[in-house]
């Protein structure tokens, strides 16, 4: 079992940045890859980051690549994602998620979700 909290989300101006963080329960983070989604009002779930178990893999949606940076320390069970550039196009709750798996972009191969932070950025 693995709970996962995240924090860091805001009010932003557009290209601005913030720093979202995902704190995993737990002695067992290092054997899952983690992932970031995000969901905006009337739109489906979208993958937008992973991060392999090791930190050594990732992988981002087209339009946040060049932008959005995921890492994870396993020794602080925390998961992160550093996000420059802001634009409103990337208002949305974002949720972490830990899979064990591997990365993967699809929402229901994840195992254990967070209950979400909210990013909103205006223009």
């Excluded at 932003?12 to 913030?18: D, F, K, R, W």
């Excluded at 737990?26 to 930190?55: C, D, H, L, N």
């Excluded at 195992?111 to 205006?122: A, F, I, K, L, P």
């Amino acid at each position: 079992q693995v709970q996962l909290v995240e924090s860091g989300g805001g009010l932003v101006q557009a290209g601005g940045s913030l720093r979202l963080s995902c704190a995993a329960s737990g002695r067992t983070f290092s054997s899952y890859a983690m992932g970031w989604f995000r969901q905006a009002p009337g739109k489906e779930r979208e993958f937008v980051a992973g991060i392999s178990r090791s930190g050594s893999y990732t992988y981002y949606v087209d339009s946040v690549k060049g932008r959005f940076t995921i890492s994870r320390d396993n020794a602080k069970n925390t998961v992160y994602l550093q996000m420059n550039s802001l634009k409103p196009d990337d208002t949305a709750i974002y949720d972490c998620a830990a899979t064990a798996r591997g990365i993967r972009t699809a929402w229901d191969e994840y195992n254990y979700w967070g209950q979400g932070t909210q990013v909103t950025v205006s223009s």
